[in-house]
């Protein structure tokens, strides 16, 4: 863990296309004051922080973890000058009770989890997050890791596979697309996104797309996979589900944990573990239903859109 000074004269760096998703909402829910402790378990380009940093002082301390070690620097660079101390550290949110440990710090009073990913992680090809650019089938945020989605792709037998894209992306046809994978991967190995686009879209033929709302809404057929592939790589739900489990060890009385998703899958995790604490009697519900995008927030940031926001208070 690096501690970041303050540099007052450092100018922070300008994230082109990137804006945080629900700040006004994230900011009247936490309710950050002088002297309280955040703990932002996804870091990200710090767009949060950077909102959340100010109302800290004086007094106040900011911790931000993040599993990007490009992302975690890019961070400590827009967070340089905050007038309250600031430690941003490359770490999987799992990790975040060893890391306060070693900042010195026992609990805190306001803990945020963004769990989508950072626009310039999608936009980069060499990610391989997204079907929309050629690109190694990697998918892994943290590059360190060894898995990538080249090797699930081309070494899960079929099975696997088609529970994988089940589970994970909620994809009907799932038994199909991993047959036509195992199909061809036997003639040759699947390393690009582009290819494995390709295959997932003619498993798809012309089938009937989905309905959202009502209407139709046109999206690629394999949005889903990807999908699945990038949670299976990254850990996503096991990670979640151990910071939801890690919170009574992380959070002060009267502290406020937020936390942001982007799919059905995070949500429902979210929800369960929001109940049953309530339930409980450890923690006071803040969002009797999820917080959404209003209608400016979602025309400025189209990622808004599928952004749900619940919250609890913590009693102990």
């Known amino acids: ?134 690109g190694p089938l990697d998918m892994r945020l943290d590059p360190g890791q060894s898995l990538t989605a080249a090797q699930l792709v081309n070494e899960l037998d079929e099975g696997a596979l088609a529970d994988l894209i089940y589970q994970h992306g909620q994809e009907r046809f799932s038994r199909r697309i991993a047959r036509k994978i195992v199909d061809e991967r036997h003639r040759s190995p699947i390393n690009t996104t582009s290819q494995l686009a390709q295959i997932v879209r003619r498993a798809y033929g012309h089938s009937k797309r989905g309905k959202t709302g009502g209407r139709h809404r046109r999206i690629d057929p394999a949005t889903r996979t990807f999908m699945a592939l990038r ?54 519900k803040l969002t009797p239903k999820p917080l959404v995008a209003d209608t400016d927030q979602r025309k400025t940031n189209p990622r808004s859109r599928s952004a749900k926001l619940r919250a609890i208070r913590w009693i102990g």
């Open 1 to 134: 863990m690096v501690e970041d000074t303050p540099q007052p004269d450092a100018d922070p760096p300008v994230i082109e296309g990137h804006l945080p998703v629900l700040t006004r909402q994230v900011l009247e829910l936490l309710s950050p004051k002088a002297g309280m402790v955040c703990l932002d378990c996804t870091a990200g380009l710090g767009g949060h922080g950077s909102e959340i940093v100010p109302l800290l002082a004086p007094g106040g301390r900011y911790i931000g973890l993040d599993v990007d070690p490009g992302n975690v620097e890019l961070a400590k660079q827009r967070l340089a000058g905050a007038p309250v101390r600031v430690d941003v550290a490359h770490a999987n949110f799992t990790q975040a009770k060893a890391a306060l440990g070693t900042l010195g710090v026992d609990a805190v009073d306001l803990l945020l989890a963004d769990l989508g990913f950072a626009s310039n992680q999608m936009s980069d090809a060499a990610r391989g997050l997204s079907f929309n650019a050629e």
């Open 231 to 284: 949670i299976a790589v990254n850990h996503e739900l096991t990670s979640l589900e151990g910071l939801l489990g890690a919170l009574p060890g992380l959070l002060r009385p009267g502290a406020v944990a937020a936390v942001i998703s982007f799919h059905s899958l995070e949500d429902r995790l979210v929800k369960r573990a929001f109940v049953g604490l309530c339930r409980g009697g450890s923690a006071q």
